[in-house]
């Protein structure tokens, strides 16, 4: 089975519960983007059943119990009978949450939390990293449940350090470099996309690393 997978990182948090107003543009513009290329490059259908997946989302009390780790595999679940081609996976600080919020409402998907997709060992390594949160998201894969598109809501030294360890031959120090400065310095969303394969339970990771321009 193969997916795609589109990690975006954290907007800017303004005053208690909100995303500062940079923050807002900063999410608008990547749920605009996002929905831009999965219609328009990727081809999915995001409008098929919008409203009915919308009024599911609004008025279905099932929905709110997915905000918790504890109901993350049947989150998963519910998630692709909703709608089979995408899932949304988040992080549960407020940055990532707010940000995907705005992004999940623009699909009309529910959001999947796993506290550990916007977590790395020098925020709280007792709970585990983003490594963790994805090695668990992949036992769920199958050719039965085979997303298109994974959307990932994460954080920056997040990615950074996921794709460290990855020891990949086309890293170097100019992603990290990039990374801050497509975000502008962790204040906005930024996107990381990568192809997913998993073989026999072997899980394959292919990237395009953004190079610095000569």
Not at 30 to 56: G, H, P, V
Not at 64 to 78: G, L, T
Not at 102 to 107: C, P, R, S
Not at 143 to 161: A, M, R
Request: with cysteine; aromatic share 10%; charged share 25%.
């Amino acid at each position: 089975m193969k997916s795609l997978f589109l990690f975006f990182t954290q907007s800017e948090m303004g005053a208690p519960d909100y995303l500062s107003r940079t923050g807002e543009q900063g999410a608008e513009t990547l749920t605009e983007t996002i929905i831009s290329f999965l219609s328009e490059t990727l081809k999915i259908n995001i409008q098929e059943k919008y409203d009915i997946r919308a009024k599911s989302l609004n008025e279905d009390v099932i929905w709110r119990s997915f905000k918790e780790q504890d109901s993350f595999e049947k989150a998963i679940s519910a998630s692709l009978k909703l709608f089979p081609d995408i899932i949304m996976v988040s992080g549960n600080e407020d940055r990532t949450f707010k940000t995907c919020e705005t992004l999940a409402k623009g699909l009309a998907l529910p959001i999947c939390v796993d506290n550990r997709f916007d977590k790395h060992t020098l925020s709280n390594p007792q709970i585990g990293t983003l490594k963790d949160a994805l090695e668990r998201l992949s036992q769920f894969f199958s050719n039965e449940n085979n997303p298109q598109i994974v959307l990932v809501g994460t954080s920056l030294n997040s990615i950074l350090e996921w794709i460290k360890s990855l020891n990949l031959p086309e890293y170097s120090d100019n992603f990290e470099k990039i990374l801050n400065l497509s975000s502008k310095n962790d204040s906005i969303p930024t996107v990381l996309i990568a192809g997913f394969s998993k073989e026999n339970n072997n899980v394959e990771w292919i990237f395009d690393l953004p190079r610095e321009e000569n």
